[in-house]
T-cell receptor
């Protein structure tokens, strides 16, 4: 597709269940980012990849959160043993370049709205 | 650590008027990038404009311009000739640029909700 896609768009789960959120970046984009956005707030960085390598995971809130991008394209963000406080919009973004010079615009996906009951 | 401050939770502007959305930032880095994104009620994040810390001229993109004052650490967004479709949440963000080059995260402000009225 032309843009970043994410699935599912909406996910409702019960507390304690595991969830996997998928991101399909723009074809050819080197870098992939995960953010979490609470209602009425700006996105908050979670982690990012250059190709298949996870470069920074400092934003992951705890060890229940993990992410992978095994073939340098599609990425999965997994939340184990979900809690109500995990409810948020989870956004994926990708950028063409793997380095930080210049614009290196990040293109955002539509997000996955996660609700933990 | 980088920080973005947007002090205006909400703004109103009449159609066809100009409006300025404030953004100040805090960083110890010499090289950084500043971004503005628009988030309409549909929820998508739309890139509007970019300013590099070493760019001498203020960035412009159509009706959007960025009033960059480096000494004051401010990067205000100016929207000229407001349209009803400009009603949305606006986020200021900063990216740290590493000279050896690995892409880095964006740090966002809390946003300003702009409402354009007739």
């Amino acid at each position: 597709g032309a843009g970043v896609s994410q699935s599912p768009r909406y996910k409702v789960t019960k507390r304690g269940q595991d969830v996997a959120l998928r991101c399909d970046p723009i074809s050819g984009h080197v870098s992939l980012y995960w953010y979490r956005q609470a209602l009425g707030q700006g996105p908050e960085f979670l982690t990012y990849f250059n190709y298949e390598a996870q470069q920074d995971k400092s934003g992951l809130p705890n060890d229940r959160f993990s992410a992978e991008r095994p073939e340098g394209s599609i990425s999965t963000l997994t939340i184990q043993r979900t809690e109500q406080r995990d409810s948020a919009m989870y956004r994926c973004a990708s950028s063409l370049l793997g380095w930080g010079q210049g614009n290196n615009e990040q293109f955002f996906g539509p997000g996955t709205r996660l609700t933990v009951l | 650590a980088q920080k973005i401050t947007q002090t205006q939770p909400g703004m109103f502007v009449q159609e066809k008027e100009a409006v300025t959305l404030d953004c100040t930032y805090d960083t110890s880095d010499q090289s950084y990038g500043l971004f503005w994104y628009k988030q309409p009620s549909s929820g998508e994040m739309i890139f509007l404009i970019y300013q590099g810390s070493y760019d001498e001229q203020n960035a412009t993109e159509g009706r959007y311009s960025l009033n960059f004052q480096k000494a004051r650490k401010s990067a205000n967004l100016v929207i000229s000739a407001s349209q009803l479709g400009d009603s949305a949440m606006y986020f200021c963000a900063m990216r740290e640029v590493f000279p050896t080059g690995t892409a880095s995260k964006l740090t966002f402000g809390t946003g300003t909700r702009l409402q354009v009225t007739l």
